[in-house]
């Protein structure tokens, strides 16, 4: 099974931006799809960013201002978060997945609160 660890996450102003990484060990195939999560609080965890050897995907409420990347050298994946918004806040988690399947196992997270 993969591990991961996320970071990067803070306290930013409205318009800012953030860049999480997520540090995994273990072997990722090709076939298989990175994904950001996050959980706001009272909702559920939801996919906002994914990317495959064919696809990358973003959420609608993030489309335009959040970019996923990935560094195959360095087994990280990572989300570039650009005119952050106060709805942005929430604990971001990033994981593996081949179709429905999770991989790997969730981590703790990393918290970006967007505030004045």
């Known amino acids: 099974q993969v591990q991961l660890v996320e970071s990067g996450g803070g306290l930013v102003q409205p318009g800012g931006s953030l860049r999480l990484s997520c540090a995994a060990s273990?072997?990722?195939?090709?076939?298989?799809?990175m994904g950001w999560y996050r959980q706001a609080p009272g909702k559920q965890r939801e996919l906002v960013a994914a990317?495959?050897?064919?696809?990358?995907k973003y959420a609608d409420s993030v489309k335009g201002r959040f970019t996923i990347s990935r560094d195959n050298a360095k087994n990280t994946v990572y989300l570039q978060m650009n005119s952050l918004k106060p709805e942005d806040t929430a604990v971001y988690y990033c994981?593996?997945?081949?179709?429905?399947?999770?991989?790997?196992?969730w981590g703790q997270g990393t918290q970006v609160t967007v505030s004045s």
């Open positions: 990317l495959s050897s064919i696809s990358t």
């Open positions: 994981n593996v997945f081949r179709g429905a399947t999770i991989l790997g196992s």
């Open positions: 273990g072997t990722i195939f090709n076939i298989d799809t």
